[in-house]
């Protein structure tokens, strides 16, 4: 994901800030483990409850968000982002 000229169209923002907080959440499920607290910091089991195919569902999302970001969004605002300058 380039933010080069500072604008990012809906799907990369979006997928930018899943990864951000899966990334906390999975600091947060390392330092518990760590801490020999096993997953009790996992915020997204936490928030989610009993609904464990919603908590899937955003496991799911910030997996796509990983590989969107990898792969790069190819959307007309991020090409122009990307487009090398002369």
């Known amino acids: ?16 800030w899943l990864l951000v907080i899966g990334g906390l959440n999975w600091l947060l499920v390392g330092v518990s483990m760590y801490m020999g ?7 997204v089991k936490y928030l989610l409850g009993t609904w464990s195919w919603l ?9 796509l968000s990983a590989v969107m970001t990898l792969w790069g969004c190819k959307c007309a605002t991020c090409a ?4 090398p300058k002369a």
């Open 37 to 43: 607290k096993g997953d009790d910091y996992n915020v």
């Open 1 to 16: 994901m380039n933010s080069c000229c500072g604008k990012k169209c809906v799907a990369a923002t979006i997928a930018m």
């Open 80 to 83: 122009t982002c990307e487009a």
């Open 55 to 63: 908590e899937a569902l955003v496991y799911i999302l910030v997996g």
